[in-house]
């Protein structure tokens, strides 16, 4: 299984990585992986990986902050205790 290497951001505060762009993908050289260079083109068997590893996350910034994502999940969830 192939996986990406991807360059992003890391909230501290949470630990949530934000990626900016996949920088590179580590092959696994398996002819039965379709992520592979090495996997056939007209190799139509179903039973090759089409999927990625687990990605490695290269982090290039550090915020000592939550992300958006759990800013805005805080948000709501204040919101909701207000009313
Ligand atoms: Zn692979
Ligand atoms: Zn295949
Ligand atoms: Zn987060």
Redesign the pocket.
């Given at each position: 299984m192939c996986q990406q290497i991807s360059e992003g951001t890391r909230w501290a505060k949470c630990g949530h990585f934000q990626r900016h762009m996949v920088v590179a993908i580590l092959d696994c050289n398996s002819?039965?992986c379709?992520k592979s260079v090495y996997?056939?083109s007209n190799?139509?068997?179903p039973t090759?990986v089409n999927i990625f590893n687990t990605e490695i996350q290269r982090d290039v910034d550090r915020v000592d902050e939550y992300c958006f994502a759990c800013r805005a999940a805080q948000a709501r969830a204040a919101g909701v205790r207000l009313t």
């Open positions: 002819q039965r379709t996997h056939p190799c139509r068997l090759c």
